[in-house]
């Protein structure tokens, strides 16, 4: 069953909205929502918000620590979300690092969690907190209810172009 340490890369998209400020420093009665590529500026300080939402009882694991399924917690050694650039936008990584392979319907399972996680426990309270930039603080959300929303690999992320042909 145990095989050597591996790397799995989940991409999402973000879900960003804006309170701005006005000139007098009073935040607006709505927010906007943002283009993933109107982060890219804000990136570290996405990447510190991300790091405070982290609880001690995490460690190193992060968000497998939530795991209800006790296989997967067999298997998964640490789950920690991110952001990373892609294409010119900025995106949702989750880093999931196994102990051992996972089989296709465990794989299913694991991202049904990850994906609670993000609407429910740690995305909800990611969501809640805003980051503080100039123009006044960003909401971001890693979740949405709305067709949007996806979890894919690395290889999923890549468009396949055809050969070419002579």
Known sequence: MKNKQQTIRLWSPLFPKLNRKNKLGYFASSKTLLDSDQL???????????????FPGEGERGLTVY???????EKVYSIV????EWDDDLFGVIE????ADLEPCEME??????????????????????????EGDIYLSF?????AFF???EEQMTPEFPEDVD
Not at 67 to 73: G, S
Not at 143 to 147: A, G, I, L, R, V
């Open 40 to 54: 890219l500026p804000y990136q570290e300080e996405i990447m510190t918000a991300i790091e405070r939402e982290r």
């Open 67 to 73: 795991l209800q399924d006790e296989i997967l917690l």
């Open 81 to 84: 979300p991110s952001v990373e």
């Open 96 to 99: 999931i690092q196994l102990l």
């Open 109 to 134: 399972d694991l991202i049904e969690e990850i994906t609670s996680q993000l609407a429910e426990g740690w995305g909800e309270g990611m969501a809640q907190h805003p980051i503080t930039i100039p």
């Open 143 to 147: 979740w949405d209810s709305s067709d």
């Open 151 to 153: 979890l894919k690999t």
